[in-house]
């Protein structure tokens, strides 16, 4: 293994593998050049390209904390061999944030606030535009959560997942209506259009190994391939989803997370509905019926029931959360 490790960094990046260990996130290489860790990626060469420039612009505009990219010997952004592809960036030693910590939840909204405001206004054509799409979403998903109560009705017998379901589609129907109609309330399409004039971005998966602390204390930010143009406080509504998660969680930590955002980015109104909108929607209990129910299975596990369960038993809290905004 360490031999086709080391024709990759030789062959691609024109460096020399003297020891490699393997970590969670991929393999960490000490070279002649220095210390690199090398990933596969399923990013295709056009998203990576995008990528670095992307962090080309970021940078100019004063934001250091990023994982640079090493090039190929031939200035390409990955090198592929003949069923994998991989990328090679600095290491440098770090650590997830811990979303369980308030001084990391400070940290990070900080981190997202300046990524926005650095990120807002770069220009590239390749980048998926996907302004106004939140209020598709939520249709689509309700309608696909009425088909699967359709299909559990035309059955005529009912596991206990479809009892859960029937016994809770009306609550769940509520606060579906109750979030679409907090989005009509925020103007969201006047809000995406104003967004889309001012190139506004999204990360879109600001959270784990995507967000990181450096042993001197700098926030190193990762995952740019999945930027697209969209509302930046759609990042906002899914770090605080990401820190309800716990259960330490509370109002304190949630308000936590909008005070430091706003320090530096200011929230209007209109994105403090959608905030409320996102986190109001029952994400978790549709994704676990859509997966539930189109899938093909031979029997119901009791862990599928136990998921069902515990996304239920958090009902209450995720909106006294919601609503503590």
Known sequence: MDDINAKI???????K???????????VCRTDKGMFELKKTFSDEESLDREC???EYLMLRGLNGLDILIRTTDDRPCYKTEDT?????????SRRLDMEDNNDVVEASSALALFHNAAEGFVDNRMRRTYGSLEATFEKREGE???IRRKIKSTGTYSPVDLLVIKYYDYYTERIQYAEDLLKKS?????????????SICHNS???DNVRKLEDGEVIISGLEGCTYDLSIIDVAHLIRKYTKNDTADEYGVSLILENYSKSRAITSEETDIIKAMLSYPYKFLKLCNEHYNKRRVCISEASIERF???????????????SI
């Open 145 to 147: 959560f009425s088909r």
């Open 17 to 27: 593998l003297i020891s490699s260990y393997r970590t969670r996130t991929g393999l």
């Open 309 to 323: 369960e515990n996304c239920i038993a958090r009902r209450d809290r995720e909106m006294q959360l919601a609503m």
């Open 85 to 93: 592809v991989y990328i090679l960036i600095k290491y440098i030693p």
């Open 53 to 55: 420039a992307l962090k």
């Open 206 to 208: 600001f959270k784990n």
């Open 9 to 15: 960094l030789q062959q691609g990046f024109g460096i």
């Open 187 to 199: 103007n969201y399409t006047a809000v995406s259009e104003s967004a889309s004039k001012a190139y």
